[in-house]
């Protein structure tokens, strides 16, 4: 039996950490003459570059507008076929289709919630079955655990399409391959990455995302999709009337991010180890705390070689023998609304992207997808910022066990 705590201040799932050195970065700028397309941009791009490994960083307004970027600049037009896995935020998804592409979906493993290579080979047969080449391929690195991307950049290459990696989560996170560690979001094996500075995320910058490449091609492409497709370089211009002339070379976007998040991302990066390790420090007490109980509930795996960023802590309820999965989603309702009632704020990270009507209406999502269904069933996100106190680790998982220990 869990032993419900007496504390009734609220815990949400997850928040930002913001010191009085990240307010005054920000009233820094506020005070200087650039508010935006100043020189805070450029300083925080160069702060990611160097946090991933990256040769380069392009900062823009959110990190769905980092993917609908990264897919245009991945070649993915009206038409064109984009494959990403079920289990994420549906910005992963709807990216393709911002850029006229279609959708489809790859499994997820069910213990661990990432793309499973299996489903994505499935995937890319029935793409050339139906005489279809996909143009991108977005493995997303689910709670911090980045994906198997050397599987799927090599089922990618095969067929021509780009990798983009989805690394919202995983920001200080690594992997690796052959024995050999990578970071997160270095594209040593993706041709792009994306990030996200929602609050929720490892830093923050409000609203903002930025996408990484090692490719100079790509980074100008980028670049001038950011801003309406404009250049103003004077090697690639058809010609120049004069200092303030520019050139539109494609349909771009105002897709851009102001000083003032900037300073607020640059002062955050600063801070990005010790958010990572508090983190992983919460990660361990919550395995420690539930690891007596893995009869009822199992934390989400995490692949081996790896040190996931820790963005999310999600917890598996265990189904009972012969349990439906139904069944095991009123378990995870009923817990949720006791958390609720006890001020500790769950959250479900994802419903199944392919299920959504959305897609549905729009002939997308057919696919059978068993590992997310499981996986949707009974997956719940704990608790977990930097700033929480070992004793709400206790709490939370004294609530949960509370709930899952009775019959119901
Ligand atoms: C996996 C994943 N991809 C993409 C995004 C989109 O990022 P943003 O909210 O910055 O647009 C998110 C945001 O929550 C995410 O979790």
């Given at each position: 039996m869990g032993v419900v705590s007496s504390d009734t201040s609220p815990l949400p799932y997850g928040r930002q950490s913001i010191d009085d050195d990240d307010i005054a970065a920000v009233v820094r700028v506020l005070r200087?003459?650039?508010?935006?397309?100043?020189p805070e941009v450029k300083r925080f791009e160069e702060g990611l570059a160097e946090a991933t490994g990256a040769k380069y960083a392009v900062a823009v307004s959110n990190g769905t507008a980092a993917l609908h970027l990264a897919c245009i600049a991945a070649g993915v037009r009206t038409g064109d076929t984009g494959i990403t896995a079920t289990?994420?935020?549906?910005a992963s998804a709807n990216a393709i289709r911002y850029a006229g592409g279609n959708v489809r979906f790859a499994d997820v493993n069910a213990d661990t919630g990432l793309i499973s290579t299996a489903s994505l080979a499935e995937r890319i047969a029935e793409c050339k079955k139906d005489g279809v080449s996909p143009k991108v391929v977005i493995p997303v690195d689910l709670t911090g655990a980045v994906a198997d991307l050397a599987e799927v950049q090599a089922q990618a290459r095969a067929v021509g399409a780009k990798v983009i990696e989805d690394a919202a989560h995983s920001l200080g996170g690594t992997y690796t391959v052959d024995g050999k560690k990578y970071r997160a979001a270095s594209c040593a094996h993706a041709d792009m990455a994306i990030l996200s500075f929602h609050p929720v995320k490892h830093v923050t910058t409000g609203e903002g995302g930025a996408i990484t490449t090692n490719d100079d091609a790509l980074y100008r492409e980028l670049c001038d999709l950011r801003t309406h497709g404009i250049t103003k370089d004077p090697a690639r211009l058809t010609h120049s009337d004069g200092p303030f002339y520019y050139e539109q070379h494609m349909l771009g976007f105002n897709y851009r991010i102001t000083d003032m998040q900037c300073a607020l991302g640059s002062s955050q990066l600063a801070k990005l180890s010790r958010f990572v390790d508090r983190r992983r420090a919460l990660a361990t007490l919550y395995d420690q705390a539930f690891r007596p109980h893995a009869d009822k509930v199992v934390p989400l795996a995490v692949p081996a070689g790896g040190d996931s960023a820790r963005h999310l802590y999600v917890i598996r309820i265990v189904a009972r023998d012969g349990e439906s999965l139904d069944s095991v989603t009123a378990r995870r309702r009923a817990l949720f609304e006791a958390l609720v009632a006890q001020k500790i704020f769950p959250q479900v990270?994802?419903?199944?992207?392919?299920?959504?009507p959305d897609f549905q209406r729009n002939g997308m999502g057919k696919e059978t997808l068993p590992g997310a269904q499981a996986y949707y069933a009974g997956c719940l996100s704990l608790p977990m910022f930097p700033a929480m106190a070992d004793g709400d680790v206790q709490r939370v998982v004294g609530g949960v066990m509370d709930v899952l220990s009775r019959p119901l």
């Open positions: 200087s003459d650039f508010l935006t397309q100043g289990v994420t935020f549906v990270h994802y419903i199944p992207v392919h299920t959504q």
